[in-house]
């Protein structure tokens, strides 16, 4: 079992930079494919970004490629999203999720594909 702990929002202009922050307990973090999520006010939760467990094999989606970026480093059980040039449609609760991958698979992009969930933390960009 993980534990997931986001940290980094806050309110940012359009055109500014975040980097948001996902902690999580336990031993076996390099074992978890990771995600980040967002969801609006009003809508459902969608998916931004996935990284597998080692890093070296990451996807997003097309609302954000080119401008978001997952990473992980494992020495420090944490999980990033750098986000660059914000839009105000960027605005949301940001969470991660994990679980462990099956099945050969390297990464993960259905909410419902995740068993472990962060609290979330709101990202706000004003225009």
């Known amino acids: 079992q993980v534990q997931l702990v986001e940290s980094g929002g806050g309110l940012v202009q359009a055109g500014g930079s975040l980097r948001l922050s996902c902690a999580a307990s336990g031993r076996t973090f390099s074992s978890y494919a990771m995600g980040w999520f967002r969801q609006a006010p009003g809508k459902e939760r969608e998916f931004v970004a996935a990284?597998?467990?080692?890093?070296?094999?990451?996807y997003s989606a097309d609302s954000v490629k080119g401008r978001f970026t997952i990473s992980r480093d494992n020495a420090k059980n944490t999980v990033y999203l750098q986000m660059n040039s914000l839009k105000p449609e960027d605005t949301a609760v940001y969470y991660c999720?994990?679980?462990?991958?099956?099945?050969?698979?390297?990464?993960?992009?259905?909410?419902?594909?995740?068993?472990?969930w962060g609290q979330g933390t709101q990202v706000t960009v004003s225009s």
């Open positions: 999720a994990a679980r462990i991958p099956f099945g050969g698979r390297y990464y993960y992009t259905g909410v419902k594909e995740y068993d472990y």
């Open positions: 990284i597998n467990w080692s890093g070296g094999n990451t």
